[in-house]
């Protein structure tokens, strides 16, 4: 068996398992002395999963208590150690960026369900980042493969309220805004079952790009899909229904969760705001560092990276900057 | 209560805590963000005379416990766009701009747009370990001729005060104090980050995007300890002339400012410790250093400056 370093150079009978074993073990040490994975540690990429046009899942191995630890919304930054146009003194792009979890799950591959109780042999967790290929990295990342090495810092930032028994959530993402919206109505349907409503409205350009729509039909009392050409639910923008689904909710006990680009999250928070329901919007912007050095995710007079990813939707609706589209 | 006032060359603070630069201060929004906490001043990102990019990433991490690296590649919106940006912003805390250029002209070109632009003292980060992308040759900040070249034109292109940064990556740091001083700086901040480099060994090559960074954070603070020790005591047996300290490096407890000050610094700047506590680490910082000096009796900073030299003056 060959542990190569580079996954390029990696003979044909590398153990994947192995490795992601091993790798999974040091960053459970790192998370148990530090709360967090402070310095970027690599994973081997267990499997990639083709979810729509342009967008893919990555799925990695990761200690269990750290995905028990992970809250909707957060994000970590996700770099290619082998990014093509990574190095010395190239400017003007960004090999690490900030993801969102997406999708959480267990693998019980190869394990017999015989003893697996009395061994305590729960599996292994798979934490899983759906990415769309919007420009130069997070291309690069739609583009990697299995074995390939990962590296992830982080959980960082802040996550959107609890939901309580009783409330109803309303999810509106726009694009690839569906991760934090598909982690917030998994958190809430396992904490809750149906002690919590959820109606979700999801966004896309196309019907080539629609994603998680699966998922989200399994965890959302509603779900309306929409699209700007209309190739797939209704015609339009997720602001449309977004009106009519509003008018029929009790504006006491509910809370709206967005997140796609600012254009489209501005209006929608302002629909909220107008009817009268607590907000919160999960920003997507550049964010270079992750750890209040750079003071390049200014929000307002807030840092994103560390008084954000979410926010409340009245004070975003204040800043003069909130509402544009940022790269 | 104890007065934590200073005044320095350019800059009158109500406490001796400044923010470093580097660390959020590159636009309004950021500075004026540090302006509002506890902190006694602020430090610019380093301005250049064009806009830089940031480097590919990662571009900062807490690489283990108290260790921080970093290469942001100077990232800066450039000098025309930050005094334009001067021009229209007033701080609520006093400011000093930090600088950084090619040459000694193309510096002295960027101090004399500062000044006009309201600046009230300068910072030359002579010391950057990655200034020059690619770049294998030594920093200006190693070439005790360079840094005096560079001070010259600089003191010669402007009226206001000019604070020298050294670097921490050279024998004898008392040298190149002694340049900057004798060409006329009017203080010197030390240190900036210490020339590292970090591997992980399963992806087998550095974490950092840019390879090479320099160290900051509590990790370095015994070594920053050091080298202003050094330059302190130069000053005091005459063999350099004596200016005003700005220390740094790892600072993140008001105990730590006691140390630096004890040590001769006349004010100190935090950076990595942002990482740890945001801005609220001033108010924090600020807290337990007027609780020190209540409890051990200091009146002021001048009653505790360099007391911990005094068991050194034997020293080289
Ligand atoms: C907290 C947080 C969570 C995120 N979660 C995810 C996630 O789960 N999945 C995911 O795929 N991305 C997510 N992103 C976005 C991601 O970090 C990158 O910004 C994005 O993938 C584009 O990077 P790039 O280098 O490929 O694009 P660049 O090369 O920098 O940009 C290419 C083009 O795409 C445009 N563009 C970039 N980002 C967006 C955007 N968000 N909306 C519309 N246009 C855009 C730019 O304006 C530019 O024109 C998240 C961002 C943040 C801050
Ligand atoms: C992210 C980061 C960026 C920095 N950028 C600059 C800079 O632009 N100019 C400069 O003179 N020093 C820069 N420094 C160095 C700091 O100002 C300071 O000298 C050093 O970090 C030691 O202090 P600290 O341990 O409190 O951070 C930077 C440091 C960090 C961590
Ligand atoms: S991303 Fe650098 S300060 Fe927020």
Known sequence: ?327 | MAELGVEVPGLALANPLLLASGVQGGTAAALHRVAASRCGGLVSKSIGPVAREIYPGPVCVEATDSVVLNAMGLPNPGVESFTEMMNENNFSKPMLVSIFGPDSQSVADIAKKMEAAGATALELNLSCPHSKPGSRALIIGQQPELIKEYISAVKQAVGIPVYAKLTPNTAQVSLEAGAALEAGADGVSLINTVSALEVDPYAGRPIIGNLLCGMSGPAIRPIAQRKVAEVALAMRRGEIPTAPILAMGGITTGLDVARFIMLGASAVQIGSALIYGDVDIFEEIENELTEFMDVQGYPNLESMRGIALDSMEGLN
């Open chain 1, 1 to 327: 068996m060959t542990l190569a370093t580079s996954p390029q150079t990696r003979k044909g009978d590398f153990d994947l398992q192995k490795l992601a074993n091993i790798c999974c073990e040091r960053m459970a040490t790192e998370f148990t002395k530090s709360g967090k994975i402070l310095a970027p540690i690599p994973l081997p990429i267990m499997e990639i999963i083709h979810e729509a046009e342009s967008v893919v899942t990555i799925w990695l191995q990761v200690p269990a208590e750290l995905a028990a630890a992970y809250k909707p919304g957060q994000f970590f930054m996700c770099w290619n150690p082998y990014d093509a146009e990574g190095g010395m003194g190239r400017t003007n792009f960004n090999s690490e960026k900030p993801y969102s979890v997406g999708d959480i799950k267990i693998d019980r591959t190869g394990i017999d369900e015989t003893t697996a109780a009395d061994e305590g042999n729960v599996g292994n967790t798979l934490m899983g980042f759906t990415i769309k290929d919007l420009g130069r990295q997070s291309g690069e990342l739609t583009r990697m493969s299995k074995g390939d090495w990962l590296a992830l810092r982080g959980p960082f930032g802040t996550t959107f309220p609890t939901p309580t028994s009783g409330s109803t959530l309303v999810l509106v993402s726009g694009g690839i805004g569906s991760t934090p919206m598909h982690m917030m109505a998994r958190e809430a349907r396992n904490k809750l079952g149906n002690r919590v409503k959820i109606h979700a409205i999801m966004g896309f350009r196309n019907s080539s790009e629609a994603h998680y729509v699966p998922r989200m039909e399994g965890l959302c009392d509603s779900l309306t899909i929409t699209t700007d050409d209309g190739t797939q639910g209704i015609h339009g923008y997720p602001t449309q229904p977004l009106e009519e689904l509003l008018q029929g909710l009790d504006s006491d006990n509910c809370t709206l969760l967005t997140c796609g680009p600012e254009p489209m999250m501005k209006p929608v928070l302002e629909m909220a705001v107008t009817a009268g329901i607590d907000c919160y919007a999960a920003m997507e912007r550049y964010l270079p560092c992750a750890i209040a050095v750079c003071g390049l995710c200014m929000v307002g007079n807030r840092l994103t990276c560390r008084q954000g990813p979410v926010m409340e939707g009245d004070w975003l609706l204040q800043q003069s900057d909130f509402g544009q589209h940022h790269g």
